[in-house]
């Protein structure tokens, strides 16, 4: 990735887990999500490109075979196993290294995230060291963080940045997106995403995490 302007912001998309509860033919996240052909990590992809917020990195591993753009900076994650936190560091790493002064991170599993959802929160970023995507009052993804919360976030297990937002709750502001931030973790939740046409609507969104 081409060195950032200082301030610069970095959509980093998190797409390296070992995807064990589900049961298809491939990784889930190589998954066939629409009928164009795109699969789940790439649609979740596309819409933070489609963002327009700044540069976009995907975290992956080696595992995980999805091809994307070449305008997109792909990072393997060799530690992927001890957690998402390690992938998180990843794409901190690399946003400092490009000049960025803040991410904003969202889930390759979550296909229903728009790039509306990656604006706004890109957006309440701006006045805020710490805004989260919610849907009908939920906490889920996109989340931006800025540079000066990057060294509070853990560096091991699966909990991100909800630990921080625990502690520093007078650091986070909540944005009202909508999209749906369903989580693909089966092959029955792939089926739902697959056969639904209200995957949008946020009245009908539900997600099996709490936060990032």
Known sequence: MSAGRAGEV???VLAAGGGTRYAGPTHKLDAVADPDGRTVARRAVDAAREAGIGPVVVVTADHVRTTHPADVTVITNPAWNQGQATSLRCGLDAARAAGATRVVVGLGDQPGVT???????????????I?????DGRRG?????????????????????RSLMRLRPDLVREV???????????????HRWQNSSSTSSPSTARSTRRGP
Do not use: F, K, M, N
Request: charged share 20%; proline share 8%; hydrophobic share 40%.
């Open 10 to 12: 970095i959509a980093v």
């Open 115 to 129: 790039a509306e959802a990656w604006r706004a929160v890109a957006a309440a970023g701006t006045v805020s060291p």
């Open 131 to 135: 805004a989260i995507a919610t849907y």
């Open 141 to 161: 993804h996109p989340v931006s963080l800025d540079e000066s919360v990057w060294s509070l976030l853990p560096t091991e297990g699966d909990e991100g940045a």
């Open 176 to 190: 009202p997106c909508q999209g749906s931030p369903r989580d693909i973790d089966t092959l029955e939740d792939l």
